[in-house]
C-alpha cells in the first residue's frame, strides 16, 4: 500500500524533553511538510523540506528541529525550547514540481504535561 | 486581514439539502485552490481542486471559484450525515516552494 505513515498515533511526554515525531513515504513524492494544528484552528506550517537534504523553515519553527537524509522520511523533533507543544502534528507531501496539492498522513497527537 | 477566511460555523443543513461552504482569500495572485475534509480526530482529506475560474464538479461535490472576487465555495449537494466534518479551504499564493495557506475550516453538520 502506499501513503504516508506517522507514529506514534499518540504520545505523552514530560516538559522539558525533547521528542520526536516520524514520518515516512512511499509515495516517491519529492516535498515533504509538517503542519500543527491546535483545536479550532487551522494547519500552520511547521518546515517543508522540496528536496533531500534540503529545508525551510515555515510561520512557526521557533522550537522545533527537522532533517531530511532520505527521500522518504522527514522526521520532526519537538524540542524543549518550544513553549506549547502539546497539539496534532500533521506531515504531508507533494508528487512533484507540477503539483500543487498535499496529502496528510494520519497525523500524531502530542500531549506535554 | 487573515490570508485565507472561512465561517468557522457551525454549519448545520437537513440531510439532503446544499450546504454551502465559503472561503475568501487576500492574494490576488494566488493560482490553486484547494478543499480538504477533515473528520474529527482525523487528518486532513483533499476532496476537490480548482485552479480556473467557474465550476468544477465531482460527484455531489462543486467547487466554484471567482478570483475577480476572490471567492471560493463547495457546495455539497444531497448532503448525508456521513458528510459531517470540518472542510479546510487551502490556497496556493504567489511566491516559491508551492506551499498552501489554509483557512481555520468550517464545521459541517448534517442533520438526520
Known amino acids: 500500500d502506499g501513503g504516508i505513515t506517522q507514529s506514534p498515533k499518540y504520545l505523552f511526554r514530560k516538559e522539558g524533553q525533547n521528542v520526536t515525531l516520524s514520518c515516512e513515504q512511499n509515495?516517491?513524492?519529492?516535498?515533504m511538510y509538517w503542519y500543527r494544528q491546535d483545536p479550532g484552528q487551522g494547519l500552520r506550517l511547521i518546515y517543508y523540506s522540496q528536496i533531500v537534504n534540503d529545508f525551510q523553515k515555515g510561520d512557526i519553527a521557533e522550537g522545533y528541529s527537522v532533517s531530511r537524509e532520505k527521500k522518504e522520511s522527514f522526521p520532526l523533533t519537538v524540542t524543549s525550547a518550544q513553549k506549547n507543544p502539546t497539539a496534532f502534528y500533521l506531515c504531508a507531501s507533494r508528487p512533484g514540481q507540477e503539483s500543487y496539492e498535499q496529502y496528510f498522513g494520519p497525523g500524531t497527537r502530542l500531549t506535554v504535561t | 486581514q487573515k490570508e485565507v477566511e472561512q465561517n468557522s460555523g457551525p454549519l448545520s443543513v437537513p440531510e439532503g439539502a446544499i450546504a454551502s461552504l465559503n472561503c475568501t482569500y487576500s492574494d490576488r495572485g494566488s493560482q490553486s485552490f484547494f478543499w480538504y475534509r477533515q473528520y474529527s480526530g482525523k487528518s486532513p482529506e483533499l476532496i476537490m481542486s480548482?485552479?480556473?475560474?467557474g465550476d468544477k464538479e465531482d460527484g455531489r461535490f462543486t467547487a466554484q471559484l471567482n478570483k475577480a472576487s476572490q471567492y471560493v465555495s463547495l457546495l455539497i449537494r444531497d448532503s448525508q450525515p456521513s458528510d459531517s466534518a470540518t472542510y479546510l479551504c487551502?490556497?496556493?499564493?504567489?511566491?516559491?516552494?508551492?506551499?498552501?495557506?489554509f483557512g481555520s475550516g468550517t464545521q459541517l453538520t448534517v442533520l438526520p
Open positions: 509515495l516517491n513524492h519529492d516535498a
Open positions: 480548482i485552479y480556473s475560474n
Open positions: 487551502a490556497v496556493k499564493g504567489r511566491g516559491s516552494a508551492r506551499q498552501l495557506t
